[in-house]
Nanobody, 119 residues
Framework: QVQLVESGGGLVQAGGSLRLSCRAS????????MGWYRQAPGKQRELVAT???????NYADSVKGRFTLSRDNAKNSVYLQMNNLKPEDTAVYYC?????????????WGQGTQVTVSS
């Protein structure tokens, strides 16, 4: 089992910045990929960004150039720096971690943290 603890959500005006953190504990040896997904009201959960243990990153087109995902393997943590936030970034953000890069539904999920961007 892997436990994920998220922090850093909140309310920000458009154009502002937030930093999300996610720390993993438990069976961390099983983790190859960590990342963030988000779900807005009435919409499906979608990829934001992922990073492998080797440092390879993947970003949704909608956040490229604005969001940066980094990983500290020593702390079993990932950090999502979100700049130039837009109202359409409003969603619950979920940390995801596990062995499966292509099938996140088979990995572990955090409890979610709300990000609200006002216009």
């Amino acid at each position: 089992q892997v436990q994920l603890v998220e922090s850093g959500g909140g309310l920000v005006q458009a154009g502002g910045s937030l930093r999300l953190s996610c720390r993993a504990s438990g069976s961390i040896f099983s983790i190859n990929v960590m990342g963030w997904y988000r779900q807005a009201p009435g919409k499906q959960r979608e990829l934001v960004a992922t990073i492998t243990i080797g440092g390879s990153t993947n970003y949704a087109d909608s956040v490229k150039g604005r969001f940066t995902l980094s990983r500290d393997n020593a702390k079993n943590s990932v950090y999502l720096q979100m700049n130039n936030l837009k109202p359409e970034d409003t969603a619950v953000y979920y940390c995801n971690a596990g062995p499966n890069l292509l099938r996140p539904e088979y990995n572990y999920w955090g409890q979610g943290t709300q990000v609200t961007v006002s216009s």
